[in-house]
């Protein structure tokens, strides 16, 4: 168990739908990263975010858009979906302590239909 | 801009016996990271060993280890004792130590079978 947490861990939707995807970094991680992967590919770097800022953008689509709170839990929303957007979406977290290694959650796999 | 590069797409080893996926990367940078990742079926990600570039000793973690050439930008897992737990996709990543907080960069990943 890494210590981040995500949520939900399937998900189910139509195209053109929005959906918010969740995430807890572990206990004293300011940074938080979303990547996606869709299936049988690598890992897409989408946003970082650092103690409520974001901090780096990847490939994100406009469609999508995240946002870290005060707690440091963080949310990736999804919106208009579309086919395509159906992946494997994780979270990562990491601090100084840990000396530059980021820890994934689970991943939340997303369906469009 | 820095990119990390996995050569060998898929790789097959014998239960018990050693094999060693290879990485280079690209940057110009002196001080970083390196990581491997393991993804087993189960699409979990877990991190199997760091490197830090200042270091010149390989990392260790038990069956896992590295082989850091700095100069050549290369940094290859071995893996000893193969077990068929073993059998995942292994990423190999970078990150920068002097831009804080910046992303990791991926390699494209190595498909990793165990043959019993």
């Known amino acids: 168990d890494s210590g981040v947490t995500q949520t939900p861990k399937h998900l189910i939707t139509a195209t053109g739908q929005r959906v918010t995807l969740r995430c807890s970094p572990r206990?004293?991680?300011?940074?938080v990263y979303w990547y996606q992967q869709s299936l049988d590919q690598g890992l897409q770097f989408l946003i970082q975010?650092?103690?409520?800022?974001?901090?780096a953008k990847g490939n994100i689509l406009e469609r999508f858009s995240a946002q870290q709170f005060p707690d440091l839990h963080s949310e990736l929303n999804l919106s208009s979906l579309e086919l395509g957007d159906s992946a494997l979406y994780f979270c990562a977290s990491s601090s100084l302590s840990s000396g530059g290694s980021m820890f994934f959650g689970p991943g939340t796999r997303l369906t469009v239909l | 801009a820095q990119t990390v590069t996995q050569s060998q797409p898929e790789m097959s080893v014998q239960e018990a016996e050693t094999v060693t996926l290879s990485c280079t990367y690209d940057?110009?940078?002196?001080?970083?990271?390196l990581f491997w990742y393991k993804q087993p079926p189960s699409r979990q990600m877990i991190l199997v060993i760091r490197q830090e570039a200042y270091k010149q000793q390989n990392a260790t973690e038990n069956r896992f280890s590295v082989n850091f050439q700095k100069a050549a930008k290369s940094f290859s897992l071995k893996i000893s004792d193969s077990q068929l737990g073993d059998a995942a996709m292994y990423f190999c990543?970078?990150?920068?130590?002097?831009?804080?907080?910046?992303?990791?960069?991926f390699g494209p990943g190595t498909s990793l079978s165990v043959i019993p």
């Open positions: 975010y650092y103690n409520g800022e974001e901090r």
């Open positions: 206990s004293g991680d300011l940074s």
């Open positions: 990543a970078y990150r920068s130590a002097t831009t804080s907080y910046d992303k990791v960069i």
């Open positions: 940057t110009s940078e002196s001080d970083y990271y």
